[in-house]
């Protein structure tokens, strides 16, 4: 199979300036919703120094929110939450979606 040269390739996407991934709410991607305990949490800060979208908000080295409008619900911050704290569980958003339509 011949590959294309750059010149037949479909002109794609283009951002035009860098550090605005926060303009893009990409939060209506999500199938799960990470939900943290507060009783639980340790602030150990492992998820938010793995969450990919920077949606752990911390303030005075605590968690105080999951920002949803960005959160895409990969989970990571639920896998990286110590085993033995397990303060963050993934929860389908039909949940939350069933909840509010009642
Ligand atoms: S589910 Fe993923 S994107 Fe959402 S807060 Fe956790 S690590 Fe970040
Ligand atoms: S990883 Fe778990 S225990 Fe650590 S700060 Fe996040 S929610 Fe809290």
Redesign the pocket.
């Known amino acids: 199979m011949k590959m294309k040269g750059w010149k037949e390739l479909a002109i794609g996407g283009r951002i035009e300036e860098a550090g605005n991934a926060v303009e893009y709410e990409t939060g209506s991607w999500r199938t799960f919703r990470?939900v943290r305990d507060d009783e639980k949490c340790i602030h150990c800060l492992q998820?938010w120094i793995?969450?990919?979208?920077s949606?752990?908000k911390v303030k005075d080295g605590k968690v105080v929110d999951?920002d949803l409008n960005h959160?895409?619900?990969?989970?990571?911050?639920?896998e990286v939450c110590p085993p033995k704290v397990h303060a963050i569980e993934?929860v389908e958003e039909a949940e939350f979606v069933k909840k509010e339509s009642k």
């Open positions: 990470p998820c793995s969450c990919p979208d949606a752990i999951i959160c895409k619900g990969c989970g990571i911050c639920a993934m």
